[in-house]
């Protein structure tokens, strides 16, 4: 008996190993033909079952709690009045207005009435409002254009990211990583009339194609991207990075294939600049317009590590301001920190891609809004964390219940148009 007892214990013991090993996530940042032929199709399965059924759940709930706050303490909606760009001070109980605060307002303006060159106007980039307007054409209501995009937008990124998933994880550890992006603190700016999940679905669209299938159908993705969001650019010099270190490996490169993505992203970079050519006069104007901002971000900052410091350890001036906040530096700490995480994956893409979609943001400037720019480098940390730790899923999700606390905080304050961080 005692035997046979001992057998049975280590036939369970190598079951949990070949389990865990099972997860065990394969190293996408050095892409095979082998690995590129596994991925499946983007289109197989659409819509997946489960991937709608996590998205509509996490967006009825984020919606309820968009208008919970803003009908529940109307008394504050005299917050920041001078912030209503489109729909003026003196509406204060429209129904959109929570979803439409901050830079909503400057993409419900444009959608509707085009760029003004007089304005800082041209600092928001045009692929979403152009978007909005493209949706008006049918949808006739301006309001209802935008939250329809934004449903289409963050259902499909939420679509392409669990696909993505699939690839490194199995299907229930990807719909896991999928609901820890939807918790994480600031994902309600996937409902809000914000770039994030256009950028995202962008992003993710374009990892797919070139990370897992070394497809051409990456160049869509590739020119749309600088056209989205400034990020774009961190984006391209990763990549380069990437090649650089590869290369200094001694690993093959198809270069034909590395310099058509790079075409792509300089075609939609000239195109950014001709559209404001054509729509303001100026084709640097989006780019000089960033000045008007309060951040104080400037690229030579990035060299000068000294001036991290000193943001890291200035006073601070309260949990919640445009500069300097409290919330803000605890998100650059802490984000930072879990490129740890993502680099026990031995991905180098995920690495370098996660580092430069964040470091940027937290040592341009004062730190403005970094909280908010974690979400588009949220997916990869989720993705790492899974891959890594998937046999301790409960604590995962007890981390998850603790970022969905903290996001609905953040929506309270959104919906009242209240300073995020």
Same mark, same amino acid.
């Given at each position: 008996?005692?035997?046979?007892f ?8 190598? *079951?949990?190993?070949?389990?865990? =090993? ?14 590129a032929?596994?991925?499946?199709p983007l289109?197989?399965?659409f ?9 509509l ?10 208008? &919970?706050f803003?009908?529940?303490?109307d ?14 001070? $003196? ?6 207005l929570?979803?439409a ?13 085009g760029?003004?060159?007089?304005? =800082? ?11 909005i307007r493209?949706a ?9 254009s ?7 937008l ?10 993505y998933?699939?690839h490194f994880?199995?299907e229930? $550890?990807a719909?896991?990583? &999928? ?8 994902a309600f ?5 914000y ?5 995202? +679905?962008?992003?993710?669209g ?11 159908? *990456?160049?869509?993705f ?32 198809d270069?034909r294939?590395e ?37 104080g971000n ?5 060299f000068?590590?000294g001036?991290?410091l =000193?943001?890291l ?9 445009y ?11 802490a984000?930072?920190?879990a ?11 995920? +690495?370098?891609?996660?580092?430069m ?30 891959s890594?730790? =998937? ?14 606390v903290?996001?609905l905080i953040?929506?309270w ?5 209240l300073?995020?961080?």
């Amino acid at each position: 008996m005692r035997r046979g007892f001992a057998l049975s214990k280590k036939s369970r013991k190598k *079951s949990r190993k070949q389990r865990r =090993a099972g997860r065990r996530a394969p190293q996408a940042g050095v892409s095979t033909v082998a690995a590129a032929q596994s991925a499946e199709p983007l289109g197989k399965g659409f819509p997946n079952r489960r991937v709608l059924t996590i998205f509509l759940a996490a967006k009825a709930l984020t919606v309820a709690a968009f208008l &919970l706050f803003f009908f529940g303490f109307d008394h504050m909606h005299g917050a920041n009045l001078w912030n209503r760009w489109y729909s003026g001070p $003196e509406v204060l109980d429209a129904i959109y207005l929570p979803f439409a605060n901050w830079d909503g307002q400057n993409y419900l303006l444009i959608a509707e009435r085009g760029y003004l060159a007089a304005s =800082a106007q041209p600092a928001f980039f045009p692929l979403y409002p152009l978007a909005i307007r493209a949706a008006q054409l049918i949808l006739v209501d301006i309001y209802v254009s935008a939250f329809v995009v934004n449903l289409l937008l963050s259902f499909l990124f939420c679509y392409v990211f669990h696909h993505y998933a699939e690839h490194f994880l199995p299907e229930r $550890e990807a719909s896991g990583a &999928l609901v820890l992006v939807l918790t994480w603190p600031t994902a309600f700016f996937l409902t809000a009339l914000y770039t994030e999940a256009l950028f995202l +679905l962008l992003l993710f669209g374009f990892l797919y194609f070139y990370d897992l299938r070394k497809s051409r159908l *990456s160049l869509p993705f590739a020119f749309l991207l600088p056209l989205a969001r400034a990020q774009t650019a961190f984006v391209i010099a990763a990549l380069l990075i990437v090649i650089v270190i590869r290369r200094l490996q001694g690993k093959p490169i198809d270069y034909r294939y590395e310099v058509s993505n790079m075409a792509a992203f300089a075609a939609g970079a000239l195109c950014y600049l001709g559209f404001f050519q054509v729509a303001v006069g100026d084709a640097f104007a989006g780019i000089s317009d960033q000045n008007n901002f309060v951040f104080g971000n400037s690229l030579m900052n990035l060299f000068n590590p000294g001036h991290f410091l =000193a943001y890291l350890f200035a006073e601070t001036r309260g949990w919640f301001s445009y500069t300097y906040s409290l919330t803000d530096k605890i998100f650059v700490i802490a984000s930072l920190l879990a490129s740890v995480i993502v680099a026990r994956t031995k991905n180098l893409l995920w +690495l370098v891609l996660y580092v430069m979609l964040l470091y940027p943001a937290a040592a341009m400037g004062g730190g403005g809004s970094f909280s908010r720019f974690t979400l588009v480098a949220a997916p990869i940390l989720v993705l790492a964390v899974w891959s890594l730790y =998937a046999g301790r899923a409960r604590i995962i999700y007890a981390i998850g219940a603790a970022f969905a606390v903290a996001q609905l905080i953040f929506v309270w304050r959104f919906a009242l148009n209240l300073w995020v961080a």
